[in-house]
């Protein structure tokens, strides 16, 4: 069954579409699969990031990951006309004022950003913030613009804007699990004893 057809199926019986376990590293075609193993990598090292580029400022990374999964669960995109609006706020706070260099500074085994490891990362999660703010701020002619950017070999840049916004329920979601997996990526393979080097750096260091 397609993406359409469960949604369909979803607003018909008024209940979310069921879940499934997701194998080890396996990336999920729907939010509210995604594992809270993978979520928890992402609380466990966001924070100090997030705590380098605004200091003083604390975001509980974990529930506002789960929020937007249960923003998806519940069904809330045939309750609320603005549901999209209201989750993208959510995602985007997490890599809102955040900057490859704040990563950098707070784990030094994340490579410089200049390394191919950790570029086309950091790009994807620069532009998935572009896209996001445009769905918060309702600029539709953005959006064409901004899904090129994410997915350039996918064509983006040759739809309709009309036929961008009829698909893009999907293309959000989509948005939204691929930068849950590029944090996840990002700090799996460079913060967590999975990398050797991985050292949380001084939160008063200087640079």
């Known amino acids: 069954m397609d993406d359409l057809s469960d ?5 018909k019986e008024s209940l979310p579409m069921a879940s499934r376990a ?10 509210i699969n995604i594992p809270g193993t993978t979520f928890n990598v992402i609380s ?5 990031v997030i705590a380098i580029a605004t200091v003083n400022r604390k975001l509980p990374v974990k529930e506002i990951l789960e929020n937007a999964q249960n923003m998806f669960r519940s069904g809330a ?4 006309d603005y549901w999209m609006q209201h989750c993208a706020a959510t995602m985007r706070e997490l ?10 500074r707070a784990f030094r085994s994340i490579p410089e950003v200049t390394d191919p ?19 918060v701020h309702f600029r539709d002619d953005s959006k064409v613009g901004d899904a090129e950017k994410l997915y350039p070999s996918v064509g983006y840049g040759q739809k309709s804007h009309q036929d961008f916004l009829r698909e893009e329920p999907i293309f959000f979601e989509k948005v939204c699990i691929d930068l849950v997996y590029t944090l996840h990526h990002l700090f799996y393979y460079h913060c967590s004893g999975n990398s050797a080097e991985a050292e949380l750096n001084d939160s008063n260091e200087t640079t």
């Open 22 to 31: 997701v194998l080890p590293f396996e990336i999920p075609d729907h939010f």
């Open 77 to 80: 995109q045939y309750r609320d």
């Open 117 to 135: 490891q950790v570029s086309d990362l950091f790009a994807y999660v620069i532009n998935a913030c572009s896209y996001l703010s445009s769905v």
């Open 44 to 48: 466990t090292y966001l924070p100090a």
């Open 95 to 104: 890599v809102s004022f955040v900057s490859p260099d704040d990563f950098k």
């Open 7 to 11: 949604k369909e199926l979803e607003e």
